[in-house]
């Protein structure tokens, strides 16, 4: 196992009930999240990491939430283990998006993962 940092750019998201969801590819299907760092425009955002697609907050899935983040979260003291449950299981994960501040879309979200994994 060793670490890496990925980094990510999503697109933006409006104000939305439901938040945007997109794929990430980690190059691992198990490993632990260690750090994330995410960066935005909106003052009221709210991110989701799941280990499968289409599934609900507060889930069985969901690996870690962030709510109420304004422009910058930054998280690097954590460690959360993770398994894509995806059928058959694929090296990625799942983010979601969901921004609260109807002044300000996201913009391009910027999105940095320390991963302890098996990457080949």
Do not use: H
Request: negative net charge; proline residues 1%; hydrophobic residues 40%.
């Amino acid at each position: 196992m060793k670490t890496v940092f990925k980094r990510f750019t999503l697109g933006s998201v409006a104000v939305s009930s439901t938040g945007a969801e997109s794929l990430i590819n980690i190059g691992c299907w198990q490993g632990a999240i260690q750090g994330v760092i995410v960066v935005c425009a909106s003052t009221d955002f709210d991110i989701s990491i799941r280990n499968k697609a289409g599934q609900a907050a507060n889930s069985i899935y969901e690996i870690l939430s962030y709510v109420a983040s304004n422009l910058r979260l930054e998280n690097s003291n954590m460690r959360r283990d993770f398994e894509n449950r995806d059928n058959p299981q694929e090296q990625r994960l799942y983010v979601i998006i969901k921004n609260d501040d109807a002044s300000n879309a996201t913009g391009n979200v910027e999105l940095e993962l320390a991963i302890e994994g098996d990457f080949k």
